[in-house]
């Protein structure tokens, strides 16, 4: 980061003194030293709107800076054939402004950029350096504010660079900020998951500016920029994960995992629950596992409040979880009451 300060302290210098001797369109100097400090900070203010990546900038950064000396050139050939000899100190300072702006942008955005290049396509020429390619993982509001993925970044299971876009943020910003005290509530503890999650050694957080203001939605910001990263959406959204498919694009649901860590069992086990609450059927009662599996006990009614040795009957997965039956055998409670 400090590297990029000084890059731009020395272009707004440079800039300063070549405007300030070549006295552009008859100023003065002093005046004309302002302008080419506006006129780098303008450049400057344009160039943090840019996207950024951080892959492979080395390559990336030649690349866009010999494309931004090439466009410069050309450019300077047309205004050479314009510019009539009285204003030759005009004519050089803008040779020098546009090589110092093609090539100040070219590299920027070449480095920036730099992390879509596919160096495989090269073949050869590169075939004795090993790449490996960075996985991505884009989180999205709804998790972030679900909160379980502290926990399963805790553990180690999520590998690679998560990736929070700045839409998000606002998004969740905007949810912190809501007069509703329960989403005020919940946005607040997302920000607080978020800070947790910077916080882990282990872990990679990156901070993306990129933005499509062509598209409106955010769960379909996600996706376009999902594509872009050829990265993964970590979410809890059934909507969003099933429009992400759609797409093409991989999806990482925290409820599927969830359900998938959830205990198996089968049918003729016995179980051991509590009670908690009345069933919809006739004579049923309602228990609950650790995980929040619901469990629904036949002739278990007059047992509220009871922890009771059942017997599974049967398993039904459904797309909200997984819920057990079970069946109560009453009559060796009495037995054992005897």
Request: with cysteine; glycine share 8%; proline share 2%.
């Amino acid at each position: 980061m400090l590297d990029w300060v000084i890059v731009r302290l020395l272009f707004i210098v440079i800039l300063f003194f070549v405007s300030y001797y070549l006295r552009p369109f008859g100023m003065e100097q002093q005046m004309a030293g302002l302008v080419g400090l506006g006129i780098g900070a303008a450049i400057l203010l344009f160039e943090m709107r840019l996207n950024r990546a951080s892959l492979k900038r080395l390559i990336g950064a030649a690349v866009g800076s010999i494309l931004g000396i090439i466009g410069a050139y050309l450019m300077t050939l047309v205004l050479g054939q314009l510019t009539t000899p009285q204003n030759q100190n005009t004519l050089s300072f803008l040779q020098v402004l546009l090589l110092l702006l093609m090539t100040y942008i070219g590299l920027v955005v070449g480095a920036s950029k730099g992390d879509m290049l596919n160096l495989a396509a090269l073949g050869g020429l590169f075939g004795s350096e090993k790449s490996s390619k960075r996985a991505y993982r884009i989180l999205d509001t709804s998790v972030i504010i679900d909160g379980r993925i502290s926990d399963i970044c805790a553990t180690g299971f999520l590998d690679g660079i998560l990736v929070i876009p700045q839409f998000v943020l606002r998004e969740l910003q905007q949810v912190a900020d809501s007069p509703d005290s329960l989403k005020r509530n919940r946005g607040r503890r997302g920000l607080d998951i978020l800070q947790k999650i910077q916080k882990m050694a282990s872990l990679s957080v990156q901070i993306v500016d990129q933005d499509f203001p062509h598209v409106r939605d955010v769960d379909m910001k996600l996706i376009e920029l999902a594509k872009v990263y050829e990265a993964k959406i970590v979410t809890n959204d059934f909507n969003l994960n099933k429009i992400a498919q759609l797409q093409g694009v991989g999806v990482l649901n925290i409820n599927e995992l969830a359900n998938a860590l959830k205990p198996i069992v089968l049918p003729g086990e016995a179980m051991r629950v509590f009670i908690l609450k009345e069933g919809k059927e006739y004579n049923q009662g309602v228990a609950y596992l650790d995980d929040g599996t619901m469990v629904v006990v036949d002739n278990a009614k007059k047992m509220i409040s009871k922890t009771i040795d059942i017997a599974v009957t049967s398993v039904l997965q459904t797309t909200a979880g997984k819920m057990i039956f079970g069946k109560y055998d009453d009559r060796q409670h009495h037995r054992s009451e005897r």
